[in-house]
């Protein structure tokens, strides 16, 4: 027989059933092999106290409240099919005791880490409740269904904060990718801008060495017209000195 998934909630030896056996209803009975009695001659003992009756019919519905609680196992080998139930026996201190170092035994062997996320750690205790969920019941029904309950509501919790997680971290992601992006064009446009400033520096430089050379151009420009003007003048000058000259030698006879 091949043995389920070892757990920390205590579980009754598996029984086999055939593949006829009406499973639709969880809530029936657990099926119970009791030994062959051996034929006894002795008289048969009075019916039961209406106080041993309710006593019994108690336990049957502690035992169908358990059931529901914690449903049974099943799994197949080859073609029987195996369930296992929940132990319906009463624990004592001891058992309290076993459970805590079983626990601890297995959060070393299964190297679960001590703080942050853990699955390990978080099955290992999610099997710790249950199996204290199973004592409780056995001794009062209400109790157990109290914390189921509370189980309830504390895997609902986890189940939101999970999910608040896993969409805190896609969008985390979905962020970092879309920065990523804005990354790389930003730093596209940063270096489209060196090149069109590099361009404009150029560009500057040969304006203003095309405008060097104009003002060159033109004070050399300005400095030859200037020399030619006081030329001119000079020329000019020279020859209106000798024009009166010229003038007076021809006034100064007729006196």
């Given at each position: 027989?091949?043995?389920?998934t070892e757990s920390?909630l ?19 009975r657990?099926?119970k ?7 006894d ?7 039961p ?7 019994d019919n ?40 076993h459970?805590e ?21 978080r ?26 309950r509370?189980r309830n ?16 971290v ?12 804005g ?26 060495a095309?405008c060097?050379?104009?003002?060159k151009?033109?004070k ?9 003007h006081?030329?001119?003048?000079q ?21």
């Amino acid at each position: 027989m091949i043995s389920p998934t070892e757990s920390l909630l205590k579980y009754d030896n598996p029984v086999s059933i055939s593949k006829s056996t009406d499973r639709k209803s969880p809530k029936g009975r657990p099926l119970k092999v009791s030994p062959q009695q051996p034929v006894d001659s002795t008289p048969v003992p009075p019916p039961p106290k209406p106080r041993a009756a309710s006593t019994d019919n108690t336990k049957h519905e502690n035992e169908e409240i358990l059931n529901a609680i914690l449903p049974p196992r099943e799994w197949m080998e080859g073609t029987k099919l195996w369930v296992q139930k929940v132990s319906s026996t009463p624990c004592t201190r001891t058992d309290v005791v076993h459970l805590e170092e079983l626990l601890d035994t297995k959060l070393q062997q299964r190297q679960a880490r001590e703080t942050g996320i853990c699955p390990v750690r978080r099955e290992l205790y999610s099997q710790c409740f249950d199996e204290l969920i199973r004592q409780v019941t056995i001794n009062c029904a209400e109790r157990g269904l109290l914390l189921l309950r509370v189980r309830n509501e504390i895997q609902m919790t986890m189940a939101a904060y999970q999910t608040l997680y896993e969409s805190s971290v896609a969008f985390g992601i979905r962020k970092a990718l879309q920065a990523e992006q804005g990354k790389t064009d930003m730093e596209k446009r940063i270096s489209d801008l060196e090149n069109e400033k590099h361009d404009l520096k150029k560009q500057l430089n040969e304006q203003k060495a095309k405008c060097e050379a104009i003002e060159k151009r033109e004070k050399e420009r300005q400095h030859e017209e200037a020399k030619k003007h006081m030329e001119e003048v000079q020329f000019l000058k020279t020859t209106n000195q000798q024009l009166k000259a010229q003038l007076e030698g021809i006034v100064a006879p007729k006196k």
